[in-house]
């Protein structure tokens, strides 16, 4: 299952991964999801389970999505302190 850094990642960026998680497993409920925030490795047997895809298939494609989130998350954040930094340097 996933290593400890993969999980962590996950649950610091669920919200932004959420959506896509929903768009490319639309057999997840929200309780799933719920659940996925807490427990990686039960939503991977819960996708795999309704997708007929082995597990370290469906591994796999979120450990790209949390790859994806998270350098997209950091991107904002970098781009939110640069724009408070000007912010606060105009006051």
Known sequence: ???QQ???QLQDN????KPQLQQRFPDLQEQD????QSDPDR???TIAQQ???DESQVEQQLQQLV???GQGRQ???????QTTGQQSGRS
Do not use: H, N, P, Y
């Open 67 to 69: 790859q994806a989130g």
């Open 6 to 8: 993969t999980k962590q």
């Open 75 to 81: 991107g904002s954040e970098q781009r939110s302190s």
């Open 1 to 3: 299952m996933f290593d």
């Open 43 to 45: 939503l991977v047997k």
């Open 51 to 53: 997708s007929g895809q």
């Open 14 to 17: 669920f919200q932004q991964i």
């Open 33 to 36: 999801l719920i659940q996925a």
